[in-house]
């Protein structure tokens, strides 16, 4: 399958980086609304730099990443769609149901796939606690907690302006790992309630190089939700760019037989440890699922594991296999719907029922996953990476 990237920005790179590492595929050209942008990218990676509408046409290019920022994910997604390509989103889908909705029919009309991030569900340690879950570790999951918290974007990221307009927030941003790890862990949400807040209706610019100029805040930047899924289970959710120190875990899951702390869903590695009824906690051995292999190595967060793509290269097997592929469009869309909710019952005060389902994904086994490399990952090959 041969890859064209829409949106040479900062999360290009790791595309760039990563899918020469898995089988099938290639990337032969990038776009960019700033040509030069696509431009230094294609010197930088030995690919075509092309205007969108060039890559659009090119018959050599099976599927696109869309990596725009997230009010123009729909209108793009539905451009590739209907040039005849596969689409792979980087997240969120599309900023409400209406745009889902949108490309959903786009999809249909052009029988294509849709698949969107974030995969890093099918990292090794959530895969590790999906284990842990089906198979009765901690019992029948009733409740649980999500916490996903920090100063703001503005502190880091070069243009931050996007994460306080239509389409950013902490929802629509970071909801999407979370959110899509519940729904592979617990399956699809029933219903929902949630509130919101906002500290400042503007913000300081910290990074470079735009340090000291404001932003205008215009949407929610702390949002508090209680997700009833349909097995049963009551989640709450906790997303906020307002707060500067807290001592939350990630993510816990309470059973009828005891607890699984779950890593940040962000992330593919991280420790999965459960406390079982007599109290004693236990770090659920990692085994040798590639995707919990670190590749980088951080300055400040030291070695990670960052296998971004291969919900891409999982797409491009199941094209290849006739099967539904486990970023599908119908969890996806499911995971909007959660997203809009959440925004849409804060703003209005009220209980939210979800109108789409989903199936949970199928697993991600360590030889379905060492499947999708070129070579098996080992440890020791980490490169190194700017924090971020």
Sequence with gaps: MRIGLIGCGNISATYFKNVPLFKDMEVGACADINHEAAQRAAEQWGVKALSVDELL????IDAVVNITIPAAHCEVTC?????????YSEKPL??????????EAAAKAAGKQVCSAPDTYLGGAHQLARAAIDDGAIGRVTSGSCHVMSPGMEMWHPNPDFFFQRGGGPVLDLGPY???NLVNLLGPVKRLAAMENKAWEERTITSEPRSGEKVKVDVATTLMAL?????????????SWDVWAHRHENMELYGTEGSLYVPDPNFFDGEVVKVGRDGKAATLPAGDHPLYVTNETHEHMGKLANWRAVGLAEMAAAVAAGREPRCSFSRALHILEVMAGILDGAAAGKFVEMETSCERPAPLGTEEAAALFKEKPVPGNERSHKDE
């Excluded at 046409?57 to 050599?60: A, G, P, V």
């Excluded at 599309?94 to 490309?103: H, T, Y």
């Design 57 to 60: 046409k090119d018959e050599s």
């Design 178 to 180: 979370y959110i899509s």
């Design 94 to 103: 599309g900023l409400d149901m209406a745009e889902g909705r949108r490309i």
């Design 227 to 239: 997700l009833e899924f349909a097995s049963g289970a009551k989640v709450t959710l906790t997303a």
């Design 79 to 87: 451009r590739i769609l209907e040039a005849g390509k596969h689409v």
